[in-house]
């Protein structure tokens, strides 16, 4: 029953979030032009948000895989997260750089309105990192019960002598 919930709970997280995101960068048909550009910032920006977790996640997944862990439900959230962080951090710090080295100061190209964004894109990078590691919580299959057969754990027989 839990792993049902956290597939729905996951679902409706990562969905729920690009249903949300259209409702805030479409413009209503009054302020439409006609043509792509009315779409193209909802192109743009779930590919930051869900771009940027799924970087930190795949991240997450070759070093579990090199190292030989199983990953785990909360580190793919972390991971999520640290993709969200790293990745904001570089968009942001590249169009500073930008500004400094064209306009000679830092915030010129991005405006007053960058912490703001910055902070949107962290909380939404932190309910889609939630909802995916929800959704891999729900889909991982179940352990196997300890001391199910012959082994060398806590429940198995003493050996014998041959």
Not at 61 to 67: L, M, P, Y
Not at 74 to 82: L, Q, R
Not at 129 to 142: D, E
């Amino acid at each position: 029953m839990t792993r049902i919930a956290s597939l729905i709970a996951g679902v409706l997280l990562t969905a729920g979030l690009a249903v949300r995101l259209m409702d805030m960068t479409i413009p209503v048909p009054k302020y439409r032009k006609g043509d792509y550009t009315d779409f193209l910032f909802y192109g743009q920006t779930p590919l930051a948000i869900y771009g940027s977790v799924l970087l930190g996640v795949a991240a997450y997944w070759i070093r579990a895989n090199r190292t030989g862990q199983p990953p785990f439900a909360v580190g793919v959230f972390k991971a999520g997260i640290y993709g969200v962080l790293a990745v904001s951090i570089a968009f942001f710090g590249g169009i500073g750089l930008y500004s400094l080295a064209k306009y000679g100061s830092f915030a010129k190209a991005m405006g007053n309105l960058w912490g703001a964004l910055v902070m949107l894109w962290w909380i939404l990078g932190a309910l889609l990192s939630a909802g995916i590691a929800l959704l891999f919580y729900g889909l991982r299959s179940p352990a196997s019960p300890t001391g199910a057969g012959p082994g060398q754990g806590p429940q198995s027989p003493p050996p014998t002598a041959t």
